[in-house]
Each structure stands twice: as structure tokens, then as C-alpha cells.
């Protein structure tokens, strides 16, 4: 065995070991509160590793009886429905210019959208939240969406603008010759074309949407419009001395993102190579 044959094993032995240490710092996690759910609190102080003993379902039934759930699940639902339409919407017609037509400034315009990735969303929230009492946007559900799309303009744009600037030009240009506009184009065909951008930036805008906490935080006071990351908040507190009950309750909440990427992993996966490989 030669000695660089030796190393690029021992490259892959430290990949694979580094790789089974965070995905246990993932998975540990979410399996000790799907368990955690299943039992009482003498269980979890006395076995907070193992498996329930027995199995109490009760928790998760409660949560799932509680109105308050559905509400709260209803209302993230709708707010990630809505905040991915629009984000993907207008993010789509935007990388569309970028990508296909040159003008004056365009770089310095995508240049700003991408300088918007390196700003957090904390670092807005007392000027923004100033911006929706102006607008009467508080307690009102475009109050989250109408921010949660802006903000989640900048990843879209660039995602999908590599994407298209991959599309051939000779695409294009059968399409003008057999008589189809630049909407028509972007419509019916660019669109079709680009479904693996698409469905990774839509699966980014809806998790990233239903685990958003801050800016519900600051808009809803009315707990009718409380999403699900408030809701365990509020349950947290509510029920401080019955930590099963609460890691029932955090698993239900947490359980459509984690289905979400578990489905729409390899779209994902593919929709980011993809638009790498195409820029």
C-alpha cells in the first residue's frame, strides 16, 4: 500500500467518523424526546436513556385532543403556505433577470441580495417590528409572511439564479423562434425545467417558516394567532413540572419539519448540486 493510498483511507476513516458524530448529535436528541414523550417523570429521572417501561401514550394523546395544537398547528401551516408562495413566487421572476437578461448594475443589484445573507434576522427585529405598528401589520398574519419572504429572498435568488444561467440558450431561443414570449418561456418552460431548485428552496422556506419563533414573537399577542414555536413556549410554562408531557408536546411540534426534509431530502440534495454544478 503506497503512502498516499494510506492517507486517503485515513481521510475517509476521519469523513466517516466525523459524519457519525453529527449525525449522533442530531438523532440523539429528537430520539430522546420521541421517548422521553412515551413515559412519566419518575421514568425519565430514573431511566432517562432506555426505553419506556411501560409505554405511556397519554402524553402524546393529550396533545393531540388540545385545541390549542390544531390552532397553533393550523396557523404555522398557513403562514409557511403563504411565506413559501410568495418568497418562491417572487424569487423566481427576480433570478429569472438576473440570470437571463444583462443590464446596467445588475451585479451590484444581486450583490446587495447576497450581502443580505450575512445579516440575522434578530439584527432587524426593532426596526421591523417599528415598520409593521406604522403598517398595522401586528397581530395580522402578513405581519410574519411579508417579512419571513423578504428575508428569505436573498438564499432563494441565488439558488435558483445559478440554476437558470444553466438552462442553454439554445432552450431559449427555439422557444422565441416558435413564437413564445419571455413570460411564456419563463412559465411554461423554464419553470418545468427547474423543479429541483424549486422544490429546494420551497422546502427551505416552509421549515425555516414553521420553526421561526422571534417574529411571531414580536407580531401576535392575540394567542388565537399563536403559531406552534410560541405554543411550546406557552406549554413549556404552563406545564414546568411535567418534562414528559413537555417533550411530548415539542416532538408533535417539531415532527411535519423533520417529515418534510426526510421526504424532500434527495429533492434537496439534487436541487443544490444541481445549481452548483450549473453556476
Known amino acids: 500500500m503506497t503512502h498516499a493510498t494510506g492517507a486517503r483511507r485515513a481521510r475517509h476513516g476521519a469523513l466517516q467518523l466525523l459524519s457519525i458524530l453529527v449525525a449522533a448529535v442530531v438523532v440523539v436528541p429528537i430520539v ?3 421517548l422521553g414523550g412515551f413515559k412519566d417523570n ?3 429521572f430514573t431511566n432517562p436513556f432506555g426505553l419506556p417501561d411501560p409505554w405511556i401514550p ?7 385532543r388540545s385545541s390549542a395544537f390544531w390552532q397553533q398547528a393550523t396557523n404555522s401551516l398557513v403562514i409557511a403556505i403563504a411565506s413559501t408562495v410568495l418568497v418562491v413566487g417572487v424569487g423566481a421572476m427576480a433570478a429569472y433577470i438576473f440570470a437571463r437578461y444583462a443590464f ?4 451590484v443589484m444581486f450583490t446587495l441580495f447576497a450581502i443580505g445573507l450575512m445579516f440575522p434576522f434578530a439584527v432587524a427585529i426593532l426596526p421591523l417590528f417599528v415598520l409593521l405598528r406604522e403598517m398595522n401589520l401586528l ?12 428575508f428569505g429572498l436573498p438564499i432563494t435568488i441565488i439558488i435558483l439564479r445559478s440554476f437558470f444561467r444553466g438552462i442553454p440558450a439554445e432552450v431559449e431561443e427555439s422557444a422565441v423562434l416558435d413564437g413564445c414570449g419571455p ?3 419563463f412559465w411554461r418552460i423554464l419553470l418545468p425545467m427547474s423543479r429541483p431548485a424549486l422544490g429546494t428552496v420551497a422546502v427551505l422556506a416552509v421549515v425555516g417558516s414553521w420553526n421561526n419563533y422571534l417574529l411571531p414573537l414580536i407580531v ?10 410560541l405554543g ?6 404552563q406545564y414546568s413540572a411535567d418534562t414528559a408531557r413537555i417533550l411530548a408536546y415539542v416532538t408533535l411540534a417539531m415532527l411535519p419539519s423533520l417529515v418534510c426534509y426526510a421526504f424532500a431530502e434527495r429533492q434537496l440534495i439534487s436541487g443544490l448540486t444541481s445549481g452548483i454544478s450549473k453556476g
Open 32 to 34: 430522546f424526546g420521541i
Open 42 to 44: 419518575g421514568q425519565l
Open 58 to 64: 397519554g402524553n402524546y394523546v393529550d396533545a393531540l
Open 104 to 107: 446596467p448594475g445588475r451585479e
Open 139 to 150: 397581530n395580522n398574519p402578513l405581519g410574519v409572511v411579508l417579512p419571513q419572504a423578504a
Open 183 to 185: 413570460f411564456r418561456f
Open 220 to 229: 401576535f399577542n392575540d394567542s388565537r394567532w399563536w403559531t406552534l414555536p
Open 232 to 237: 411550546v413556549q406557552q406549554f413549556q410554562s
